[in-house]
C-alpha cells in the first residue's frame, strides 16, 4: 500500500510568490521522521527539510517551511518567496522505527517556476 | 570530502549482460542504500546494508544483488540485464539517528536494449 501521497503532478508558480506542496503519509509507528528533496534538472537529489513525528514546532530551513498536521497525517512543504532556480521535482518522504533508516517515496511534485 | 559517489554515471548494456555500480561514501556511515528512479515515481528501494558484511531485499530486489565487503562501499550487481532494469540508479548513505538525513549520489543512468 503506498505510504506516502503527492497528489499534485505538477504546478506552476510565479516568481516571487509562495508554493505549498501536498504530502500525506501512513503510518501506525508513533514515531518516524518526514523528509523532503529537491530534484533538479541536473538529478541529483537535494535534501531540504526533516520534521520529526515528536517536534512540537514546524521545521523551518531558510525558505522553506514544513506544515505538520500530525492529526490529518500531513506533511506539506511551504517554499515561500519562489525563485527560478526552485523549478525541480519535489519528494516527500517518510522513515518509520526500526526501518534500519529506509525511506519510502512518494511520486513527487514536479514545480515549474515562472518569470 | 567528496560524500557519496556513484561509478559509473552511464551506462547501456544489452539484454543479458551484467554490470556491477559501485557507490562509495566517504562520510563513515553504518547504513547504505540502492535505489531505484522510474519516470513518474518516487524512489523505490531495491536493497540496503546496515553495516559491513550485512545485506538485506528491499522493495524491489529481484533481478539484483550486492555487496557490502568494505564500510565505505556498496556494489549492486546485475547478472542478466533486463529492459524492465532501465532506470536510474541511486545510492544513499546515512547515520544510525533517527533524524539522519540520506545522502545520495549523483545517480547512474542505466539503458539496457
Known amino acids: 500500500a503506498q505510504k506516502i501521497t503527492q497528489t499534485q503532478p505538477g504546478m506552476f508558480v510565479q516568481e516571487k510568490e509562495a508554493v505549498t506542496l501536498d504530502c500525506t503519509y501512513d503510518?501506525?509507528?508513533?514515531?518516524?521522521?518526514l523528509f523532503w528533496y529537491k530534484q533538479p534538472s541536473s538529478g541529483e537529489m537535494i535534501f531540504l527539510i526533516y520534521?520529526?513525528?515528536?517536534?512540537?514546532q514546524n521545521a523551518t530551513e531558510g525558505r522553506y517551511s514544513l506544515n505538520f498536521q500530525k492529526a490529518r497525517k500531513s506533511a506539506n512543504l511551504v517554499i515561500s518567496a519562489s525563485q527560478l532556480g526552485d523549478s525541480a521535482m519535489y519528494f516527500c518522504?517518510?522513515?518509520?522505527?526500526?526501518?534500519?533508516?529506509?525511506?519510502?517515496f512518494g511520486a513527487g511534485t514536479q514545480v515549474v517556476v515562472t518569470p | 570530502n567528496a560524500g557519496v559517489t556513484q561509478t559509473p554515471k552511464f551506462r547501456v548494456l544489452k539484454t543479458g549482460q551484467s554490470m556491477t555500480l559501485l557507490c562509495a561514501q566517504d562520510m563513515n556511515h553504518e547504513y547504505m542504500y540502492w535505489y531505484r528512479q522510474d519516470p513518474g515515481m518516487g524512489l523505490r528501494l531495491i536493497h540496503y546494508?546496515?553495516?559491513?558484511?550485512?545485506?538485506a531485499k528491499g522493495e524491489v530486489p529481484d533481478g539484483y544483488n550486492v555487496s557490502r565487503l568494505k564500510k565505505q562501499n556498496f556494489l549492486l550487481g546485475l547478472e542478466s540485464a533486463a529492459p524492465s532494469q532501465t532506470s536510474v540508479y541511486f545510492c544513499a548513505s546515512t547515520m544510525v539517528g533517527a533524524a539522519d538525513t540520506q545522502y545520495f549520489g549523483p545517480g547512474t543512468r542505466l539503458t539496457v536494449l
Open positions: 546494508s546496515v553495516g559491513e558484511g550485512t545485506t
Open positions: 518522504a517518510m522513515r518509520e522505527t526500526d526501518s534500519w533508516g529506509k525511506l519510502q
Open positions: 503510518t501506525s509507528d508513533p514515531s518516524y521522521g
Open positions: 520534521q520529526g513525528s515528536y517536534d512540537q
